[in-house]
């Protein structure tokens, strides 16, 4: 396993603005993904975030308003930009270890926006 | 494009009693299954996963799912729950690709309530 933590846990934002979210894991990681978990609901596939080169973005979802860095093999940024009230979410990232095949969760940055 | 569908979007047990979590999937292709579990305030932990063999999978917890590919179902069990099971319960299908499963698919979720 690894210890995969997220900056910060939770933050309370005015609209218009941005937050920056860090991922880092203590471990070699193939893979790093950002998800989004709406209040009371179930967890969408914003992106996966590729090393040194622009993170892969899923349908709805595009790279003005989520930019993805990921300089590295275990460090990735989520930024959510000119925040609305409707980006009020926990946003989770996720890695594949390398020699595994399954995703292991970060503990979530819960973001409130006012 | 594939889905999952968690029939039950609340499920009240009382402790020590047995457990069954529903979860049907669908998919084109061989799946990679896998249970996830949120406890209040936190991330999503690991259960279990499938990926060949043996359909009935052992997980972390006591739990076990058993994946069935006639029914397209992949059902977690518990034979005794404890008060600390109480948390959020999602299913999730992946692609199988080169890694196994950059698309993850989850579920809406089960909400499990254990009463004394």
């Known amino acids: 396993s690894a210890v995969i933590s997220q900056k910060p846990s939770r933050d309370i934002c005015q609209r218009g603005t941005s937050l920056t979210i860090q991922c880092q894991v203590d471990?070699?990681?193939?893979?790093m993904f950002w998800y989004r978990q709406q209040p009371g609901q179930s967890l969408t596939l914003i992106a996966t975030?590729?090393?040194?080169?622009?993170?892969?973005?899923e349908s709805g979802f595009v790279i003005d308003k989520f930019p993805i860095s990921r300089p590295n093999l275990t460090f990735s940024t989520l930024t959510v930009s000119n925040m609305s009230p409707e980006d009020s979410s926990i946003y989770l990232c996720?890695?594949?270890?390398?020699?595994?095949?399954?995703?292991?969760f970060g503990p979530g940055t819960r973001l409130t926006v006012t | 494009a594939q889905s999952v569908t968690q029939p039950d979007i609340h499920i009240t047990v009382s402790e020590g009693a047995s457990l069954e979590l529903r979860c049907n999937y669908s998919?084109?292709?061989?799946?990679?299954l896998f249970w996830y579990v949120q406890s209040p305030g936190q991330g999503l932990q690991l259960l279990l996963k499938?990926?060949?063999?043996?359909?009935l999978v052992q997980g972390i917890k006591g739990f076990e799912a058993e994946f069935k590919r006639s029914q397209s179902s992949f059902n977690l069990r518990k034979p005794s729950v404890h008060w600390s099971d109480a948390a959020e319960y999602f299913c999730?299908?992946?692609?199988?690709?080169?890694?196994?499963?950059?698309?993850?698919?989850f579920g809406t979720g089960t909400r499990l309530t254990i009463i004394p």
């Open positions: 996720s890695v594949i270890l390398a020699g595994a095949y399954e995703q292991y």
């Open positions: 471990s070699q990681v193939t893979m």
């Open positions: 975030a590729n090393q040194g080169s622009e993170a892969t973005y």
């Open positions: 998919y084109g292709a061989t799946p990679y």
């Open positions: 499938y990926f060949s063999g043996d359909t």
């Open positions: 999730a299908v992946g692609a199988s690709t080169n890694f196994g499963n950059e698309k993850l698919t």
